[in-house]
């Protein structure tokens, strides 16, 4: 997120979980003593779209697209493996395992299965750079292949959605999913290209990283959690009535990020990789762009829907395990898991 070394955890996303919390105790209050309120603002809408929403999501995206970086793209042949390995993370093993759990855990509830599809289909390229910095991992792998997963998530996100959607016969608006990318994702990738240039080229690099991003970054944080609030005033009567359904969401949520995360651990150990290369893997290779994935469940059920409640548990748990998977990784790293010649004596001996 910045072009040093080291990047720290803001204030704001460190204690992002408690912020997600107090906007679902907001969105809940309000849903009770002032639904009018969030009725109104949803009710703003062009072609069935909320606008004062739409805004929030645009500037939900386009502070973790100013993290494209095309030339580093260019570093791909150095060492292609750890990369190639995310890729088919996020795009194969991620996809499976969320389709898999999906079936039995949401089997007949359709919009919370979707809303799991949306976040197992969706690849990080924003808090993962942070979380990359913090388990002090090879952050130029890190930058590369968050931006090939800026690139693949335009091309790939649609058709894996509809594709898992579709073996679940499940119908879904594949235009509007298709809409909600270009919008969501396409319109800020290119307004953040080139405001990203611009700006570089007449503030400089340095105004650029230390002074505008961490603003922009705070706007997309108070737009997700003006979401947030909206989104849980409108369906905060589902929600008091069935909270067995963000449990039931929140299972295969939980259960997917464990078995991704060990299977690729297994995968960085036995195919060679060493701790900076493995840890920043698994990372990526784990974690869920929930921004698109809300976006997305909006667009396609609206606001008030549980597809759009659904997507927000992927938020919710997302910050709290990262930070875990982080210092796991690190004691992992201690104790000699990702040394070549790893053996279970050796890990004895360096444990003691």
């Known amino acids: 997120m910045v072009s040093s070394d080291k990047t720290k955890l803001g204030f704001f996303e460190k204690y992002l979980a408690i912020w997600v919390s107090a906007c679902i105790a907001i969105g809940l209050i309000l ?44 570093k791909l042949v150095k060492n292609p493996k750890p990369i190639m390995l995310t890729l088919f993370s996020n795009w194969i093993i991620a996809p499976l395992v969320t389709i898999m759990l999906g079936r039995f855990f949401l089997a007949g509830l359709d919009q919370l299965m979707v809303a ?22 090879n952050q130029e792998q890190n930058f590369i292949t968050t931006s090939l997963n800026t690139i693949t998530i335009i091309l790939l ?35 953040g290209y080139f405001s990203k240039r611009y700006l570089i080229k007449v503030k400089g690099e340095e105004w650029f990283h230390m002074v505008y991003k961490p603003v922009v970054s705070k706007v997309s944080t108070l737009a997700l959690l003006t979401t947030l609030i909206v989104l849980f005033s409108l369906n905060g009567d589902v929600l008091l009535k069935h909270p067995d359904l963000m449990l039931l969401m929140s299972a295969p949520l939980l259960l997917g990020f464990f078995i991704v995360v060990g299977i690729n651990l297994l995968i960085t150990r036995f195919t060679g990789l060493q701790y900076k290369e493995g840890i920043i893997t698994v990372i990526i290779g784990s974690s869920s762009h929930f921004e698109i994935a809300i976006a997305t469940a909006i667009s396609l059920y609206g606001l008030g829907s549980q ?45 003691n």
């Not at 500037?59 to 793209?73: I, R």
């Not at 879904?172 to 270009?182: N, Q």
């Not at 790893?342 to 360096?350: F, R, T």
């Open 31 to 74: 849903s009770q003593y002032l639904p009018s309120l969030s009725y109104a603002i949803d009710a703003w809408q062009i072609k069935g779209i909320s606008v004062p929403i739409g805004i929030c999501l645009f500037l939900m995206m386009y502070p973790a697209l100013l993290n494209l970086q095309l030339d580093e793209l260019k």
């Open 116 to 137: 799991l599809i949306l976040l197992g289909s969706s690849p990080c390229t924003a808090m993962v750079l942070v979380w990359g910095s913090l388990a002090e991992g």
């Open 157 to 191: 996100y649609a058709p894996v959605v509809s594709f898992l959607s579709g073996i679940q016969n499940i119908a879904i608006d594949r235009l509007l999913l298709l809409i909600s990318v270009l919008v969501f994702i396409g319109a800020p990738l290119i307004l």
């Open 307 to 351: 597809a759009a409640l659904g997507t927000t548990m992927g938020l919710f748990w997302e910050v709290p395990i990262m930070l875990r998977l982080v210092y796991f990784g690190k004691k992992l790293n201690r104790i000699g898991f990702w040394e070549k010649r790893y053996s279970p004596v050796a890990l004895s001996k360096n444990s």
